[in-house]
């Protein structure tokens, strides 16, 4: 059985950067950047323009992890893209990454898969391109996240606890067959959907009828409470904590590679507090965490490839060294993964 490596990385942001004091100016709403930086850790985030959607940052961060792998496109067996912000509710933005790719104008018409976990939804599609590969069903897998959230956030002060926290990003890696002693090693994923409303963005309800309100012209209206995305922050936080620590204990126990065998940490940037809490929770040092939430604020299901892609460029991250990923997001649902690189 082949084992399944990360052979390239890529991310992409948008050119627009929006900081803190960005959102007080340009957009009203009554907060600081002390007050933003104290309880998120974030001073500024990016936001694509009109028209850029998830599969567009996605395409860019795809090439720069293809050219990396020293791939084509055309190698691709499968393509996997997590997003919470696809361009449409139907179809996912993976058909759109592979026509953006020329995938189609050459006649390569791979499946393609979109995972809906969030936060979390890296991890989840990271250890389902390790099983194929593991399998022998493909040999190599393009695992992207990506995340256009400008558009759908409330920049009011009404909404600006969740409107301050998230960017827009895309971060992409290959995963490879190799017969090298090297690769995803463990992966597990959890979830409790007891808590599935407690962060949301409800925006249709398909139960309903029509799922989408009408009103006398036909017209489909969506009141506030549906359209925006809420948040119990203290559940939020206090379960996060929870889940990630225990994710990340179970891994070493699986795995019988404990906290000082592991040489870079990647944690997904949701709140630098959270991380920093659960740092503190595990003993693990700072120079061997790897942090970008300062500059792009909340990508969801990109930060982790985003982290990926920068520590590797900087050259943090090197060849045999043992990487530990963590996330936790709606649903609940959360994640480990232990990589030799």
């Not at 361009?87 to 050459?106: I, M, N, R, T, W």
């Not at 409800?202 to 489909?220: A, C, Q, S, T, Y």
Request: aromatic share 8%.
């Amino acid at each position: 059985m082949p084992n399944a490596y990360i052979s390239g990385t890529g991310g992409y942001v948008p050119p627009r950067v929006v900081t803190n004091d960005d959102l007080v100016r340009d957009y009203g709403i009554d907060t600081s950047d002390e007050w933003i930086q104290k309880r998120t850790g974030i001073k500024e985030r990016r936001f694509a323009d009109a028209g850029v959607g998830s599969a567009d940052l996605g395409a860019e961060a795809a090439r720069i992890a293809l050219d990396d792998a020293g791939l084509a496109a055309t190698d691709l067996d499968m393509i996997l893209f997590a997003t919470l912000s696809p361009e449409h509710h139907f179809p996912g933005s993976a058909v759109y990454l592979q026509e953006k790719l020329g995938l189609c104008d050459a006649g390569r018409f791979i499946g393609c898969m979109d995972i809906r976990n969030q936060c979390s939804g890296f991890l989840y599609a990271l250890g389902t391109a390790a099983s194929m590969v593991q399998s022998g069903a493909c040999r190599h897998v393009l695992v992207v996240g990506g995340e256009t959230h400008s558009a759908a956030l409330d920049l009011t002060t009404r909404g600006r606890t969740i409107a301050t926290l998230f960017g827009d990003g895309a971060g992409a890696v290959v995963v490879s067959a190799t017969d090298e002693d090297r690769g995803v090693r463990y992966w597990k994923m959890g979830a409790d959907g007891r808590f599935a409303d407690a962060l949301s963005q409800p925006v249709w309800d398909i139960r309903k009828r029509p799922f989408i309100p009408l009103n006398e012209d036909g017209v489909g209206q969506v009141s506030t409470e549906m359209l925006w995305a809420t948040m119990d922050g203290r559940k939020v936080f206090r379960h996060a904590v929870e889940r990630m620590c225990g994710a990340v204990m179970e891994a070493c126990q699986s795995t019988e590679v404990f906290g000082p065998d592991v040489d870079l940490w990647l944690f997904h940037q949701a709140n630098m507090r959270i991380n920093q809490y659960v740092a503190g929770q595990l003993g693990i040092p700072e120079d061997k965490l790897v942090h970008n939430i300062d500059r792009y604020g909340n990508t969801t299901a990109a930060t982790i490839p985003l982290l990926m892609a920068e520590a590797a460029r900087d050259g943090r991250l090197q060849r045999g060294m043992k990487v530990m990923c963590v996330a936790f997001g709606s649903g609940f649902t959360w994640g480990a993964a232990l990589i030799e690189w």
